[in-house]
C-alpha cells in the first residue's frame, strides 16, 4: 500500500511538467536485478531496454510490480534513496505523523537485494498506521481522482506482443467481473508481506457517496491470512 504515496508524487511530478507519460526511463543494473525475481510482484523487465513512465504505472497500479515501480522513484527523483527522502517529507506535509517509508516499495528491505537505500537498514520496513493509510488515500483520490481510471482495470497485458509480454491480473479482486466482486469498487491498492499480513486499501462508490477501507493483516476464522480474508473484511 507504500505504492499510493509513490502515484501520489508520480501524478504531482506530471502535474508539474518534470516527468511526462511517455517519458522513457533506461533499466538500471537494481531494477533489472529486482524484476527477475518472480517470488515478488513483477513484469521482467530488460537489462538497459528503455520503457515510458506510463507503462510503468500501469504495471504498478495494476500489478503491483516491484522494479517498475523503483523505476518511477528513480526518474523522479534520481535514486530511491532520494525519492525516500521525499516520501518522508510529503507524508510529514499530509500530517502522517506515524508513517515511515524506507524504500518506494513497501518490500521488506531485505527482498532488495543488498541495494536498499542508502540511509536505511537492511531489514528496515515501511511503517504506517490505518488511519495514515485511509488519509493517504483520500488524499490521492481528491488530488488526482485520475488513478481509479488505472486501478480499475481488471486485467492488461504488459508489453503486448514482444517476448516477454506479461499478462497483469489485477490483485484487486472485488472489481467487477472478478471473484470476489463487491459492486461500486474501482480501486485502490492492495499489498501483502510477512510484517504486514494480507492488507486492503480498497473504495467503492454508490450514488454520490465513496468510501474507504483499510484492512491489515486479516485472518479469517480460523486466524489464516488470506487474499480472500481481505476481501471478506473489507466487505
Do not use: C
Not at 79 to 89: A, D, K, Q, S
Not at 157 to 171: H, I, K, P, Q, Y
Not at 180 to 204: E, M, N, Q, R
Amino acid at each position: 500500500m507504500t505504492k499510493m504515496m509513490t502515484e501520489y508524487l508520480l501524478f504531482e511530478a506530471i502535474e508539474e511538467g518534470r516527468v511526462t507519460w511517455d517519458q522513457e526511463y533506461l533499466v538500471t543494473d537494481y531494477t533489472y536485478k529486482i524484476s527477475q525475481d518472480m517470488r515478488l510482484s513483477n513484469v521482467p523487465l530488460r537489462a538497459e531496454e528503455r520503457y515510458t513512465i506510463k507503462e510503468l504505472y500501469e504495471a504498478m497500479a495494476i500489478y503491483s510490480a516491484n522494479a517498475a515501480t523503483i523505476g518511477i522513484a528513480e526518474t523522479i527523483a534520481g535514486t530511491e534513496e532520494e525519492f525516500v527522502r521525499l516520501m518522508n517529507e510529503k507524508a510529514k506535509e499530509f500530517g502522517l505523523n506515524d508513517a515511515k517509508f524506507v524504500n518506494s516499495t513497501g518490500l521488506n528491505n531485505g527482498h532488495l537485494m543488498g541495494m536498499h537505500p542508502k540511509g536505511t537498514g537492511a531489514t528496515d520496513e515501511n511503517v504506517m498506521s490505518a488511519t495514515s493509510v485511509a488519509k493517504l488515500a483520500k488524499i490521492l483520490l481528491d488530488d488526482y481522482p485520475e488513478v481509479l481510471e488505472t486501478t480499475k482495470i481488471p486485467n492488461k497485458v504488459f508489453r503486448e506482443g514482444t517476448d516477454d509480454a506479461t499478462n497483469m491480473e489485477n490483485w484487486n479482486t472485488m472489481l467487477p467481473g472478478m471473484l470476489h466482486a463487491y459492486d461500486g469498487v474501482d480501486g485502490l491498492k492492495t499489498g501483502t508481506t510477512d510484517f504486514a499480513g494480507h492488507s486492503f486499501t480498497g473504495t467503492a462508490k454508490r450514488g454520490d457517496t465513496r468510501l474507504i477501507a483499510v484492512v491489515m493483516k486479516a485472518v479469517d476464522d480460523k486466524g489464516v491470512g488470506s487474499y480472500k480474508a481481505r476481501f471478506d473484511a473489507t466487505r
